[in-house]
């Protein structure tokens, strides 16, 4: 019995109650729409536009009427060795990190898959770093990374490690590593957190008759536990990828892209050329590179989940 | 079965124990920090794991001295409106997405999914010009109308799932017995998706709660700033930190979240799975 028998034709010379136009699923469904796309076209669809119409011009804070300069602003950022630093900058942060955090959040979510006590307060503490504040959480950090004061270098001294602490945020590689370190810390637990989820979906029974057949834990995890969860961890490393390649709150909080721009990512530098220096169009130019990797990750997904709903 | 013991601790309490050491040492630096005299902070002979005189002084200065309760209020009324206009937003669609047959749904859908990708930070220039225009630079609207954007795709996604699961039979017999589709959807689908609505809604306040860069691009004076831009902004002065305020401000800016979430974990990894798991 489906719904749409209720769908009575109108006949002519007769108007429709409104009762009777709502229940018509056609009309209905776009009424119900209609709030969520006008909120979606006007603050995402009208300024995605507007990004493109600013990077091929040449507005900026100081100019009233912006002049089309055509594909400048981009092959200008392409000739910019700033630029060329931070898509490098880009690409190891992203990678590294998503690397770790897939290993560290992988091994969190099959140590959580056992049973033991207090198992629900474990979990809900160490999702913590994911769900607080990034910005708030990466002032803590800014403190545990102080060329001076940072608990790391007081222990390495003590330790007698080195005769010096690690000038953390004040040298290229080092305020990478800075960086990247406390991106592990807060996005392991969401890597550990979807996994576990998608390891409790596998059948115990596959298992224990794999076990039963001889198979070595080691053979079970990789043959049988791999293969059942990686959709989720699929899904999980496209997700965390775009996250991390349009990260800002950690950069902006602990280096401001220092020193000498060895930590800048696209949208970092976006922001210090578009806001601090007031080059608009320089800076919605330098954010669309991180366009052509969003299309492929959103493809990906797209054609991911629809084979996989099939 | 003693064998078994040691085993186990191996292969769970100890790395399980290091992880939380890891995960929450952060926490308890921020908090030993926010109770430490300046004179301990900078004391760099002492053991730094621990407070010998610890003071409410930096909580003091959080409060008396800087915009933080005016933050703290912004921050609350916008994560509040935006959740709520999320929320109405993505029940609609979300419901006419999972239950009514119309031309062009899969498109929708899928268009929905493409914003749920689409980063702050690709937008928020572009973002600042039509705030700009609509003359809403510096007024806490900016933050309440654009904050769905980053919400109502998830929550749709989310939603959109739920309603799926409820039996359409259910909604059917109502149909049939003379109901309106409105009436079956406010009486009947409605309070069935309840634990889902009640997981966007944790899910939509911790995002806006949390929300950085378009709170730091649309304003610019101490009175309409959020918790984060807040304390990130005006507790360093120059080259002055004020570490003890600062991790005073980012510990309470921090407490909400927790909260909130600490009541409802189940529903918030719900809706964090749901898509991964699901999908």
């Not at chain 2, 959740?83 to 899928?110: D, E, Q, W």
């Given at each position: 019995?489906?719904?749409?028998?209720?769908?009575?034709?109108?006949?002519?010379?007769?108007?429709?109650?409104?009762?009777?136009?709502?229940?018509?699923?056609?009309?209905?469904?776009?009424?119900?729409?209609?709030?969520?796309?006008?909120?979606?076209?006007?603050?995402?669809?009208?300024?995605?536009?507007?990004?493109?119409?600013?990077?091929?011009?040449?507005?900026?804070?100081?100019?009233?009427?912006?002049?089309?300069?055509?594909?400048?602003?981009?092959?200008?950022?392409?000739?910019?060795?700033?630029?060329?630093?931070?898509?490098?900058?880009?690409?190891?942060?992203?990678?590294?990190?998503?690397?770790?955090?897939?290993?560290?959040?992988?091994?969190?979510?099959?140590?959580?898959?056992?049973?033991f006590r207090l198992k629900n307060l474990a979990r809900a503490a160490l999702l913590l770093p994911w769900i607080v504040p990034t910005a708030l959480s990466a002032i803590a950090w800014l403190w545990l990374f102080d060329a001076t004061f940072s608990v790391f270098n007081w222990a390495i001294v003590r330790s007698g490690i080195a005769d010096r602490g690690i000038n953390w945020l004040g040298e290229g590689v080092w305020a990478m590593t800075s960086i990247i370190i406390a991106n592990i810390w807060r996005g392991t637990p969401f890597f550990a957190i979807s996994i576990l989820a998608g390891l409790q979906t596998v059948d115990r029974e596959l298992l224990d008759a794999a076990a039963v057949d001889g198979a070595s834990p080691w053979q079970r995890f990789w043959r049988i536990t791999i293969p059942l969860i990686r959709p989720v961890v699929l899904i999980v490393l496209l997700f965390s990828t775009v996250q991390t390649i349009s990260d800002f709150q950690l950069v902006y909080v602990l280096t401001r892209g220092g020193p000498a721009n060895s930590t800048h990512l696209l949208g970092t530098l976006a922001y210090d050329v578009a806001v601090r220096a007031g080059q608009l169009s320089q800076g919605a130019a330098i954010s669309l590179y991180m366009f052509p990797v969003l299309i492929v990750c959103v493809v990906a997904l797209l054609v991911y989940m629809r084979r996989s709903s099939v | 079965?003693?064998?078994?013991?040691?085993?186990?601790?191996?292969?769970?309490?100890?790395?399980?124990?290091?992880?939380?050491?890891?995960?929450?040492?952060?926490?308890?630096?921020?908090?030993?920090?926010?109770?430490?005299?300046?004179?301990?902070?900078?004391?760099?002979?002492?053991?730094?794991?621990?407070?010998?005189?610890?003071?409410?002084?930096?909580?003091?200065?959080?409060?008396?001295?800087?915009?933080?309760?005016?933050?703290?209020?912004?921050?609350?009324?916008?994560?509040?409106?935006?959740?709520?206009?999320?929320?109405?937003?993505?029940?609609?669609?979300?419901?006419?997405?999972?239950?009514?047959?119309?031309?062009?749904?899969?498109?929708?859908?899928?268009?929905?999914?493409?914003?749920?990708?689409?980063?702050?930070?690709?937008?928020?220039?572009?973002?600042?010009?039509?705030?700009?225009?609509?003359?809403?630079?510096?007024?806490?609207?900016?933050?309440?109308?654009?904050?769905?954007?980053?919400?109502?795709?998830?929550?749709?996604?989310?939603?959109?799932?739920?309603?799926?699961?409820?039996?359409?039979?259910?909604e059917e017999s109502a149909l049939i017995d003379g109901a309106s589709r409105v009436r079956a959807m406010t009486q009947i689908v409605l309070p069935l998706a309840l634990p889902g609505i009640l997981s966007a809604a944790i899910f939509a306040f911790t995002l806006s709660w949390n929300e950085f860069i378009y709170a730091l691009v649309f304003t610019n004076s101490t009175d309409i700033k959020t918790i984060p831009v807040g304390v990130v902004t005006e507790l360093v002065k120059g080259d002055v930190y004020f570490w003890g305020s600062l991790m005073a401000g980012a510990l309470l800016g921090s407490v909400p979240v927790a909260l909130i979430y600490s009541f409802f974990v189940d529903k918030y990894v719900g809706g964090l799975t749901a898509g991964a798991v699901k999908g």
């Open positions: 019995m489906r719904a749409e028998t209720r769908e009575r034709p109108v006949t002519a010379g007769q108007l429709p109650t409104i009762g009777e136009v709502l229940d018509r699923q056609g009309v209905l469904a776009y009424i119900l729409l209609l709030p969520g796309l006008l909120i979606l076209a006007a603050f995402i669809g009208w300024p995605f536009i507007t990004s493109l119409w600013l990077s091929v011009t040449d507005q900026s804070v100081s100019t009233s009427v912006a002049r089309f300069v055509g594909l400048e602003n981009f092959t200008g950022a392409l000739k910019s060795q700033i630029f060329l630093q931070t898509v490098r900058n880009t690409f190891v942060y992203t990678g590294v990190t998503v690397v770790f955090k897939l290993g560290f959040g992988l091994g969190l979510a099959v140590l959580m898959n056992q049973s | 079965m003693t064998a078994t013991v040691p085993r186990r601790l191996l292969t769970l309490y100890l790395p399980l124990s290091l992880a939380a050491i890891v995960l929450l040492f952060p926490f308890y630096w921020m908090f030993i920090t926010s109770i430490k005299t300046d004179r301990e902070l900078i004391d760099l002979n002492g053991l730094p794991f621990w407070v010998f005189e610890p003071t409410l002084e930096h909580y003091r200065v959080l409060f008396a001295e800087t915009g933080f309760l005016r933050w703290a209020l912004n921050t609350l009324t916008i994560s509040v409106v935006a959740t709520a206009i999320s929320l109405v937003c993505s029940i609609l669609a979300g419901y006419a997405l999972a239950r009514l047959r119309f031309r062009g749904a899969a498109a929708i859908a899928g268009a929905i999914f493409v914003t749920y990708l689409v980063p702050q930070t690709l937008l928020f220039l572009p973002l600042l010009e039509v705030v700009r225009q609509l003359g809403l630079s510096n007024t806490l609207w900016s933050m309440i109308l654009t904050y769905p954007t980053i919400l109502i795709p998830f929550s749709t996604w989310l939603l959109m799932g739920y309603f799926r699961s409820i039996p359409r039979e259910l």
